[in-house]
């Protein structure tokens, strides 16, 4: 294919308010679908839902408006190029984390059609989840403030009415934040915390109103990277458990999405057909979903629904929102690019 700071990446509000103007989150007509989130999904599921998504017009358009041609080949190799081509154009991140990245400077045109294309692959719009019960709420950590939010999401989808039967996991690890975050916190009035477990712990605390664990377990490592930690809380209803994972490469990087999903899935006992919902921000959908589908749908049999944050909740006042840029939606295309890569090279058990 051709082509043509510890603290957020710099943000502009008007850029911000231009998305809440022109998506509204109850208007959805031409979103691209996700791939199957169904029980059980077989090789030709994934590689159907792949490829609608990956080969469909808007991320066609995006790739076409940066100066890249289409790449021929199979699935693989078109993922692959995919992969090497959001990285030239749209990784901005440059192996920092996610508020260290820069925002690229874009044209107003081209800036409009990132935002178009973005809703359209599903990463603006907060939607419902579609059951009422599920087998286990598992609620993804990220930055402090989200950690924030999604916690209080879930709560509100408990009081809801949304019913659980096993229990409700928060996923994160020890990553350390950064002076910003904790900064955040401080300003939502939440006790000053060291890492991304500890912001998720806080929020749990506050959400389900309860002061301590009623189990502790985990290993100190001396390490970062090679430790892990698990509290469960009891606070009526489901237990709510706050996970901490050690990463599956620790001489290279800290603990991802994946490793949460997968290093939960061996603490709880998951059965084929078990409805699972995740709750993240909806910029991270497309790749948390996949994520899932590979590390917990692929090898448990489990369904999986993915949703995100609804910024509208009454619930969630005074959590800041996060400030969404173009730069931020072409960095998470590029973040589903690659986990949509991982689920079709990953083993389905026939």
Avoid: K
Avoid at 159 to 181: T, W
Avoid at 283 to 305: K, N, S
Wanted: overall charge neutral; aromatic content about 6%.
């Amino acid at each position: 294919m051709s082509g043509r700071a510890s603290c957020r990446a710099t943000v502009a509000r008007p850029a911000a308010a231009r998305v809440r103007r022109r998506y509204d989150p109850a208007v959805r007509i031409g979103e691209v679908a996700l791939p199957t989130g169904a029980a059980g999904p077989d090789a030709g599921q994934i590689a159907a839902g792949v490829r609608a998504w990956v080969a469909s017009a808007p991320l066609r358009a995006l790739v076409g408006h940066f100066g890249g041609d289409w790449p021929a080949g199979d699935l693989a190799a078109v993922l692959a190029a995919l992969d090497d081509f959001s990285a030239r154009h749209w990784d901005f991140r440059g192996g920092r984390e996610r508020p260290d990245a820069r925002e690229p400077a874009l044209d107003p045109a081209t800036a409009n059609l990132v935002l178009d294309a973005a809703a359209a692959l599903g990463l603006v719009h907060a939607v419902p989840p579609a059951r009422t019960e599920y087998a286990h709420l598992v609620v993804l950590g990220g930055l402090s403030n989200a950690c924030q939010r999604r916690v209080a999401y879930a709560a509100h989808l408990l009081r809801a009415g949304i019913r659980v039967a096993g229990e409700v996991a928060v996923l994160g690890s020890f990553r350390p934040l950064s002076p910003v975050e904790c900064a955040g916190l401080a300003a939502a009035g939440v006790p000053p915390c060291d890492t991304e477990v500890e912001a998720l712990d806080a929020a749990v605390r506050r959400e389900f109103r309860v002061p301590a664990p009623a189990e502790e377990d985990g290993h100190d490592a001396g390490h970062p990277h090679h430790s892990w930690s698990s509290r469960t809380y009891r606070p009526g209803g489901p237990p709510v458990r706050v996970l901490a994972a050690p990463s599956s490469e620790p001489d290279r990087r800290r603990a991802h999405t994946a490793d949460t999903q997968r290093f939960w899935a061996e603490h709880v006992r998951l059965s084929p057909g078990d409805p699972v919902l995740l709750v993240t921000a909806p910029i991270y959908v497309p790749f948390q979903h996949c994520d899932a589908l590979r590390t917990l749908a692929v090898p448990y049999g489990c369904a999986i629904e993915t949703v995100g944050v609804d910024p509208a909740l009454p619930d969630l006042a005074g959590l800041p929102e996060p400030t969404l840029t173009p730069g931020r939606y072409l960095q998470e295309i590029r973040s589903a690019i690659r986990s949509m890569r991982a689920l079709h090279a990953a083993p389905v058990q026939a």
